[in-house]
């Protein structure tokens, strides 16, 4: 079983940076990936970033490109740097884990979510 928590959500400023991390526990596969997803009121759920587990390899959500870095913090932790934050990304964010790349579907097991307000 795997589980994942997400830390590190709060209210700041547009313009502002924070730092999210999602503490794994458990073993996923080193074919999988760890991506973060956020969700605004009344919106669907959308793809913001991923790294692969075995390689490192990144993918961005164009919407956030140049602005949020995921890296992983340890073997097992991933932490999502949000730089220039703006009003629009004000959603509850969520870590995820499993074969997916960009949709909710394709991933297996998910975090409780952490809540990020911008205020303009």
């Known amino acids: 079983q795997v589980q994942l928590v997400e830390s590190g959500g709060g209210l700041v400023q547009a313009g502002d940076s924070l730092r999210l991390s999602c503490a794994v526990s458990g073993r996923p596969f080193t074919s999988w990936r760890m991506g973060w997803f956020r969700q605004a009121p009344g919106k669907e759920r959308e793809f913001v970033a991923a790294?692969?587990?075995?390689?490192?390899?990144t993918y961005y959500s164009d919407s956030i490109k140049d602005r949020f870095t995921i890296r992983k913090d340890n073997a097992k932790n991933t932490v999502l740097e949000m730089n220039s934050l703006k009003p629009e990304d004000t959603a509850v964010y969520y870590c995820?884990?499993?074969?997916?790349?960009?949709?909710?579907?394709?991933?297996?097991?998910w975090g409780q979510g952490t809540q990020v307000t911008v205020s303009s």
């Open positions: 790294i692969n587990w075995g390689n490192s390899a």
């Open positions: 995820a884990t499993g074969q997916g790349y960009s949709s909710p579907s394709s991933y297996r097991y």
